[in-house]
């Protein structure tokens, strides 16, 4: 099969390697389309994987095209999206059956082989089953649908919050269409140029170069100092900020801001991954809400490419040229 093999930092190659093994417990996944996380940058170009070589990818669907265990027929040709979180289901969060937060897990396209590949092994436990009325290209778009939904859902947001995402990502631009799903009166995107500004309108949201206050509610969506900053100065008093933006350094505060959480008694909230694995968890929620159209997952899609320009996708990432929001690579 072709893959994309991590084989140091900044050595990506695009290969022909053997289809992976398939343990009991575990299926083989025709891969029919992948997305490419921003975290997937720094990932081939900065910090590596946990172990060489690594195929990467750990957002995906695809198609189950064998399985190990006679008990896991019934898996076999349906079309599934992959939770690439592998939990240890020993320690106390996966006891609790929040996986997001286990101690000990593995994960699929970083600590062991995921999905830029034409075939991929996911556990069967991984596997949620798609609908027909979700797409290929939709599917691949599960995993930061669920994650900006987790990150909504620690914001508890109801009908009276005004919401500001900070950052036009997908994972933002996709929360902000949760945070209208969920009822908040008010969502409004903030970016740092206009190059964003029809991507964010096409997710049905208002969208602001400067913004000042008024939200009760900020949702940081990029991971820098000015980003905090801005959320920080965004919010009215009492106000919450879900820190979801991967950080990509360490935080500074000035003496100034840092008084003003206190001063407007601030909650600062922090949102990791997404939750699995029961009929309340984000995945469900998410396959559900884009199977009945109420999630438009197609407007944070700013390339479609082919599986031989993957690279394409990650040099326009990397370079920030060109304005992109979600790069999706689709093989068929
Ligand atoms: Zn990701
Ligand atoms: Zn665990």
């Not at 084989?7 to 025709?30: F, H, K, N, T």
């Amino acid at each position: 099969m072709k893959a994309y093999t991590l084989y140091g930092i900044g050595d990506l190659r695009y290969e022909e390697r053997p289809l992976p093994e398939v343990r009991p417990g575990w299926a083989l996944v025709r891969v029919l389309a992948m997305g490419i996380c921003s975290s997937d940058i720094p990932r081939i170009f900065e910090k590596g994987t946990y172990h060489f070589p690594t195929v990467l990818g750990h957002e995906f669907c695809g198609q189950v095209e064998s399985v190990a265990d006679e008990t896991d027929k019934t898996w076999i040709g349906k079309r599934v999206g992959v939770f690439p979180l592998i939990p240890c289901k020993k320690c106390i969060s996966c006891q609790k059956g929040q996986y997001e937060t286990c101690s000990n897990y593995d994960y699929l396209g970083s600590r062991r082989d995921g999905g830029f590949a034409e075939y991929a092994a996911v556990p069967v436990w991984n596997l949620l089953e798609l609908p027909d009325s979700v797409s290929n290209i939709q599917g691949a778009l599960l995993e930061p649908a669920a994650v900006a939904l987790h990150a909504v859902k620690q914001a508890k947001i109801t009908s009276e919050d005004k919401v500001c995402i900070v950052g036009t990502g997908a994972i933002g631009l996709l929360a902000g269409q949760w945070a209208r799903i969920k009822g908040a009166d008010q969502v409004v995107v903030k970016g740092r140029s206009e190059g964003k500004r029809k991507l964010s309108e096409a997710c049905g949201m208002e969208y602001h170069v400067s913004c000042k206050g008024g939200y009760n509610c900020v949702i940081e969506a990029v991971g820098s100092n000015q980003a905090l900053e801005d959320s920080l100065t965004m919010a009215d008093a009492g106000g919450r900020i879900v820190l979801m933006g991967n950080p990509d350094g360490d935080r500074k505060f000035s003496q100034e801001l840092y008084w003003s959480i206190l001063r407007k008694q601030m909650t600062l909230i922090g949102t990791w991954n997404s939750s699995y694995g029961s009929p309340e968890s984000d995945w469900t929620e998410a396959v559900q809400t884009m199977a009945n159209g109420t999630l438009t997952v197609d407007a944070v899609i700013s390339h479609l490419l082919d599986l031989p320009d993957l690279e394409e996708g990650l040099e326009i990432m990397r370079n920030k040229q060109q304005p992109y929001c979600k790069i999706v690579v689709k093989i068929s």
